[in-house]
C-alpha cells in the first residue's frame, strides 16, 4: 500500500497486513508494507505482520497517529518516520520480534508513549539525525539496545523500563558528518538485566540514566503488562 500526496488524513481502522512487500511506483521507492509520502495518516486498532520490506510502516514528510497496533515478525524496522510532524504520535502499541529496529525516528520530533517492545536484533526504539522525540511510559525487553540517541539528537525519556536488553540506553555518533553524538535526559525510569546499562561515547552527553536496578524477577510481575512479563521470564529461562 502507498499514498502519495493525498489530501486530508488517510484513515485506516482494524486493518490487517501481512506478507507485505516494498515496491516502486511513479519513479519513488515505497520502503513499507504501508508507506506514505506527504500524506497524513491515521493507523488505529491495526495488525502488520511478516513484512519483507524495510518497515513495517513507513512515513516521510507527513503527520502520523498509530496507536493500539501490533507489528509481529518484521523481516525489519516496525514503524519508520523521515521528517514527521511534529504533532505525530505513536501510542500504545505492541512490537513483537522485530528483525531490526520496532521504531526508527529521523530528523523527527514528536510524542512516543506507552510502547511494548518485546524483542528486536536491534534498537527498541531508535532516535537519529536531528530528532528530538519525548518518550513516556515505555518499555523495552529483549532487544540490542533498549533505547539508542545518536547523531546530533536529544530525547526526553520519562517512566521507561529497559528490561534485559544488550545495553538499556545508547548514546553516541554513528555519523561523523553530524560532529555531535546524542543528549538523553531521563527521569523516573529503570534500567534491569541489561548487560550494560549505558554505552556512552565521547561526543555525547546522558543526564539521569539511573544505574542498574537489582531487584528480583518476580517483583516485575505486578508492574509489567501480563504478556512483558511472560516473554521476560521466558526469555531468561534460556
Same mark, same amino acid.
Given at each position: 500500500?502507498? #499514498?502519495?500526496?493525498? +489530501? ?8 490487517? *497486513? ?17 508507506? /506514505?509520502?506527504?500524506?497524513? #495518516? =491515521?493507523?488505529?486498532?491495526?495488525? &502488520? ?7 513495517? &510502516?513507513? &512515513? ?13 515478525? %518484521? ?5 519508520? #518516520? ?8 505513536? @501510542?500504545? !502499541? ?8 520496532? *521504531?526508527?525516528?529521523?530528523? $523527527?520530533? %514528536?510524542? &512516543?508513549? =506507552? ?31 533498549? *533505547? ?8 526526553? #525519556? ?8 544488550? $545495553? ?10 553530524? %560532529? ?7 527521569? !523516573?525510569? *529503570? ?7 549505558? @554505552? ?6 546522558? =543526564?539521569?540514566? +539511573? +544505574?542498574?536496578? /537489582?531487584? @528480583?524477577?518476580?517483583?516485575?510481575? !505486578? ?10 521470564? $521466558?526469555?531468561?529461562?534460556?
Amino acid at each position: 500500500l502507498a #499514498i502519495l500526496n493525498a +489530501p486530508g488524513t488517510s484513515a485506516f481502522r482494524h486493518t490487517r *497486513i501481512e506478507d507485505g512487500s516494498d515496491s516502486t511506483f511513479a519513479g519513488r521507492y515505497f520502503s513499507g508494507s504501508l508507506s /506514505t509520502r506527504s500524506s497524513d #495518516i =491515521e493507523f488505529l486498532d491495526g495488525y &502488520i505482520a511478516r513484512s519483507h520490506a524495510d518497515d513495517g &510502516i513507513h &512515513i516521510y514528510e507527513s503527520r502520523a497517529h498509530i496507536a493500539r497496533s501490533t507489528f509481529e515478525d %518484521m523481516g525489519m524496522d516496525g514503524i519508520d #518516520i523521515d521528517f514527521g510532524a511534529e504533532d505525530s504520535l505513536f @501510542e500504545k !502499541n505492541v512490537f513483537l520480534n522485530s528483525g531490526g529496529d520496532s *521504531i526508527d525516528v529521523s530528523f $523527527t520530533s %514528536m510524542t &512516543i508513549r =506507552e510502547n511494548v517492545v518485546m524483542g528486536c536484533k536491534d534498537k527498541g526504539i531508535s532516535v537519529g539525525e536531528v530528532s528530538q522525540p519525548i518518550i513516556e511510559k515505555h518499555i523495552t525487553i529483549g532487544c540490542a539496545y533498549g *533505547i539508542a540517541v545518536k547523531d546530533k539528537s536529544r530525547a526526553h #525519556i520519562t517512566d521507561t523500563l529497559l528490561l534485559a536488553n544488550d $545495553t538499556g540506553v545508547g548514546v553516541y555518533r554513528k555519523k561523523p558528518h553530524f %560532529m555531535e553524538g546524542g543528549y538523553v535526559f531521563m527521569k !523516573n525510569s *529503570i534500567v534491569w538485566g541489561n548487560k550494560k546499562p549505558i @554505552e556512552l561515547d565521547e561526543f555525547s552527553t546522558a =543526564e539521569g540514566v +539511573p +544505574p542498574e536496578d /537489582t531487584r @528480583e524477577l518476580a517483583l516485575w510481575k !505486578n508492574k509489567l503488562p501480563k504478556e512483558a512479563f511472560i516473554y521476560l521470564e $521466558t526469555m531468561l529461562q534460556k
